[in-house]
């Protein structure tokens, strides 16, 4: 039996750094030689993201905690590679939330992590320029 509870009220804070700068600087150091493969990442990561935010919305309408637990977890593995602390911090809690069966504030942690996302992809066109945004509707 699906148990909903509320969220607990230290649910992941934004802050001013959506992405952190040691993570995001290792990855252009690696990709030094080919810059267009930090942008094509970059393309991939938001598109998938967006994708998974999709997945994670049905799964909460379905009140499915198990796939809620398991997208979340997908989508924080590879926030943390990219550096994208604040959606990581959120997906977190998500996946707690999914593996007790808590999901009464599900669409409001959603909501923060599709800011938090925002915000990423922001900042990534600032560094790396508009090709980082990927075309409406399109998926990795």
């Given amino acids: 039996m699906l148990t ?5 009220r230290h649910a992941t804070p934004l802050n001013n750094e959506s992405i952190a700068s040691d993570v995001f600087d290792r990855l252009q150091k690696a990709t ?3 810059p267009a493969e930090l942008a094509g990442l970059c393309r991939d990561y938001l598109a998938e993201a ?3 935010l999709a997945q994670l919305r049905s799964a909460l309408a379905q009140k ?7 997208r979340a977890h997908y989508l924080r593995g590879s926030s943390l590679v990219l550096g994208a602390t604040a959606v ?3 997906c977190s809690d998500m ?3 999914g593996r007790n069966s808590e999901l009464l504030e599900g669409a409001t942690l959603l909501d ?3 800011a938090a996302l925002d915000a990423v992809q922001a900042e990534l066109a600032k560094r790396l320029g508009q090709s980082v945004v990927p075309i409406e509707g399109s998926a990795a």
Wanted: glycine share 4%.
């Fill in 112 to 114: 923060q992590t599709s």
């Fill in 32 to 34: 030094t030689a080919n």
């Fill in 88 to 90: 990581a911090r959120c």
């Fill in 4 to 8: 909903i509870l509320p969220l607990r």
């Fill in 64 to 70: 499915d905690a198990g796939r809620f637990r398991d």
């Fill in 95 to 97: 996946e707690r939330m």
């Fill in 50 to 52: 967006r994708s998974t």
